[in-house]
């Protein structure tokens, strides 16, 4: 908040001849008034804003039914977490049991598409870049892919079906 008072040059009061200096120790509250308002103005940061205003893409991106089952989505994946840490004894994914490959591929599938959808509903594709929710859910995605698909390939692709190819 700035701290102008009086109409002098720096919000101080102006000084007459001879007069001494005074010090201002309280804000004008006009001012900051002002300023809050001014703070209050300023729009509310929503990435649909970014979106193409007509089109597939940006339809299911906004809507609400696309939003919870993505919110849902991560609440199963976080649960799917926990109990394939604690239950999947393999060190890779080609050694694990298939509930535990199709879980993986799925959620890999769903966050794949999700930010797939995200991305073509932007109006400008470079204004992915300004929203930090998906700069982030990219790496995520990105890891897993690699984690999931891309290793899985290389490893298929290589002979090396278990974990001793991997530099244990």
């Known amino acids: 908040i700035n701290?102008?008072?009086g109409s002098g040059p720096g919000g101080e009061q102006p000084k007459k001849p001879g007069e001494k200096e005074r010090h201002v120790y309280f804000i004008n509250s006009e001012d900051m008034k002002e300023q809050v308002r001014q703070g209050l103005l300023r729009p509310v940061y929503n990435v649909a804003d970014?979106?193409?205003?007509?089109?597939?893409?940006?339809?299911?991106?906004?809507?609400?039914?696309?939003?919870?089952?993505?919110?849902?989505?991560?609440?199963?994946?976080?649960?799917?977490i926990w109990i394939d840490t604690d239950?999947?004894?393999?060190?890779?994914?080609l050694e694990a049991k298939p509930v535990f490959q199709w879980a993986d591929n799925l959620f890999c599938a769903y966050f794949t598409f999700e930010l797939f959808?995200?991305?073509?509903a932007f109006r400008r594709k470079r204004f992915c870049l300004r929203d930090a929710w998906f700069v982030f859910d990219s790496v995520l995605v990105l890891l897993m892919v690699l984690e999931t698909w891309v290793m899985t390939g290389v490893m298929l692709a290589t002979g090396v079906g278990g974990s001793a190819g991997l530099g244990n």
Request: glycine share 2%; aromatic share 20%.
């Open 3 to 5: 701290p102008k008072v």
């Open 87 to 93: 239950f999947n004894l393999a060190d890779v994914l």
């Open 50 to 80: 970014f979106y193409h205003e007509t089109g597939l893409w940006q339809r299911i991106a906004r809507h609400q039914w696309f939003e919870y089952v993505t919110l849902s989505v991560i609440a199963l994946n976080a649960l799917w």
């Open 117 to 120: 959808v995200r991305f073509r």
